[in-house]
């Protein structure tokens, strides 16, 4: 019992951490890893991020992305990760979320994941394909 409690204990100071990296803003590069991971042009990736070319320039001369970039991009690198189980690599995964989904109403995964809305249910879908659930 006593195990399980220090576990939870450590998993919510673990999200504490997280939480308090999203408000101070995450560093640039953590951008520039996910449009690699996503293989995506740069101005594709700042726009799912909420950033115009003039935005995402300032940003990457500042070194920094504000608080809403940072949870965007932390619900992306979710996404890429939750898509990586599920289809076993990182090629696959990155092909599902850049490409158009009959399961979202041929929506593109990493377009329909701009609202917290869309990405659960881009979640959701990744968990019915996990689960073989027809959709």
Known sequence: ??????????????VHQQIG?????LNFSAVVT????????????ASVLGMSRATLHRRKLQGKIDKEESEKLVRYQRLLKKAEDVF???D??????????????????IEFAKSEIGAREVENLLGRIEFGVYS
């Open 1 to 14: 019992m006593a195990t399980a409690t220090l576990k939870r204990s450590q998993a919510i100071a673990t």
């Open 21 to 25: 990296r999203i408000h101070a803003g």
């Open 34 to 45: 996910l449009q690699k991971a996503l293989d995506v042009p740069m101005e594709k990736l």
């Open 88 to 90: 076993g690599d990182a």
């Open 92 to 109: 696959s995964a990155r092909e599902w979320l850049t490409h158009s989904q009959p399961g979202l109403g041929k929506a593109v995964p």
